[in-house]
């Protein structure tokens, strides 16, 4: 059985539990998944709080699956705008790009690509006539990568002969593919020739169980060049993560990058992982993402980190149960790990005692993180002020994320005297669902004229309104502001301040994507933005316009805009 959560229904915010949160506030590449066919019913309100949500109903349908790279980017993602995938992706998944162009058709074609080039197919059912045209191309590409194109397990066996046959494949993703454990079992077979080279495997969504730890674990023995490996939202669980482990401790597994979320994994699986983490030095990246560890589990992980002779750069542990006693556990891993320049623990209630806990590992001396994401972890203004000290000292910091926490007017005012500080080069900031109002925009705006580095900045779903959006206008016209992202979905903004957005478009010399989705503008106020939009001084190159409504005629002369423009895209 595939995960639960993977047939969701949209539009109903309780199913998704913790999923739902990290596509509002996180970042990760998550498939959401609806019934084949289904209608979206009252989607608007929930589906706009992923960066204020594409406008799914204008399609009629939901898709069977929402590209991973489109929630990174478009929903959960820093990014905020539209992903880069070829058009017709964007088209038939979240709505329009209004720009010239030929109609929607196949996502990617591949029946004439170049023996070096990747075999990319996204969300087509492959008829037997279509897969046949495609093995010989399967025995030539570098990469594959065929997502949710119903692979089963009577297929495993002709993608395992391409593996044995073609030495020049690096890179295989069968993501969103029902293959069940006897399909991996078949597939695997293939990994295991000594003429496969592949580097990097991602079996994402592909519901595999606890019988295929013993199959992986034996591929892992067998594929000394394999590096990369996804098994990200199959119920592994921990008897089957037990199993994967002593593949992972292999002398003939050099391992650098191990995906393993929403994997129903529990403290269990904790000494296990902690037993292959020490003995993996190859080790790079780990994203353990929503597993209930819990506090227990987590400090076991830490220890183990913290011991290592691995180099780790990235860990990743949202979602798992942590408390604000793993903190300090945490500042045991960043003390051993000068490596380390991600790490992303959103959704653990770590609370204000925990934040203060953390930071003394933050400001160690060896501590170079670039990225910290601290989205829904209970912090208030309080923790922020410690945080700050964080923001103040460390130079390396360039991303960092408090989305989600209810830090308030204070919090924000706090974080913007610390952008202020010689030290403190950061790059993008999210406080976006913080509780904020327009009594903060000043601060904001005074921030903005003065910092010569940030240059991504999301306030989305704040109550800002016209006036908190008039304050951030006048510190963004002031020359030399760098911002090249700003995002102000759901903010409350009207027609009201739209000429100060406007004349904003016209002064900056920086801004490239502005993000007003689902916000009580009408078509009076979304032309006069075009009016802007359009004029060659200025460099938008994306405006975000979901949830808000116009006329067919006002749809013409944005989709005139766009054709007089192809430099500019309007997202709607």
Known sequence: ????????????????????????????????????????????????????GPTLCRI??????????????????????????????????????????????????STHLPLTMSLDLHYEQLSDTRWTELLPLMKQCQAIRLVDCGITE????????????????????????????????LLLQGLQSPTCKVQKLSLQSCCLTEASGRTLASMLRAAPSLRELDLSYNSLGDAGLQLLCEGLLDPQCHIESLELQYCSLSAASCE????????????????????????AGARTLC????????????LKLESCGLTSANCQDLCGVL????????????????????????????????????TLWL?????????????????????????FSVAGNAVGDEGVRLLCESLLEPCCHLESLWVKSCSLTAACCPHVSAMLAQNRRLQELQLSNNKLGDAGVVELCRGLSQPGAPLRALWLGDCEVTDKSCSNLASLLLASRSLQELDLSNNCMSEV????????????????????????????????????????????????
């Open 60 to 109: 009629g349908r939901a898709p069977a699956k929402v590209p991973t790279q489109v929630w990174r980017h478009a929903g959960a993602g820093r990014a905020g705008g539209l992903p880069q995938l070829p058009r017709t992706a964007v088209q038939q998944c979240l709505g329009r790009t209004l720009e010239p162009g030929r109609s929607p058709s196949r996502m990617v074609s």
């Open 303 to 314: 220890q183990a980190l913290a011991d290592s002779a691995c180099l780790l750069e990235s």
């Open 272 to 295: 296990p992982l902690a037993a292959a983490l020490r003995a993996r030095r190859e080790l790079r990246e780990l994203v353990l993402n929503n597993n209930d560890f819990g506090e």
């Open 335 to 370: 003390a051993a790990k000068a490596s380390l320049r991600d790490l992303e623990l959103g959704d653990n209630r770590l609370g204000d005692a925990g934040v203060a806990a953390l930071c003394p590992g933050l400001l160690s001396p060896g501590c170079q993180l670039k």
């Open 1 to 52: 059985m595939c995960l639960p959560h993977h047939s969701a229904l949209l539009g109903h915010p309780g199913t998704w539990g913790a999923l739902g949160r990290r596509l509002r506030l996180g970042r990760e590449g998550v498939t959401a998944t609806a019934p084949r066919g289904a209608l979206i019913q009252g989607c608007h309100k929930d589906w706009r709080n992923v960066n204020t």
């Open 525 to 572: 106020g979304v032309l006069r933005l075009a009016e802007s939009a359009q004029q060659p001084s200025c460099v938008l190159e994306k405006l975000v316009l979901y949830d808000i409504y116009w006329t067919e005629e006002t749809d013409d002369r944005l989709q005139a805009l766009a054709e007089k423009k192809p430099s500019l895209k309007i997202i709607c």
């Open 375 to 399: 989205w829904e972890c209970d912090i208030t203004a309080s923790g922020c002020r410690d945080l700050c000290r964080v923001l103040g000292a460390k130079e390396s910091l360039r991303e």
């Open 154 to 185: 009577g297929r495993c066996r002709d993608v395992s002969a391409a593996l044995r046959d073609n030495a020049a494949l690096t890179e295989l993703s069968l993501c969103s593919n029902e293959l069940g454990d006897v399909g991996t079992h």
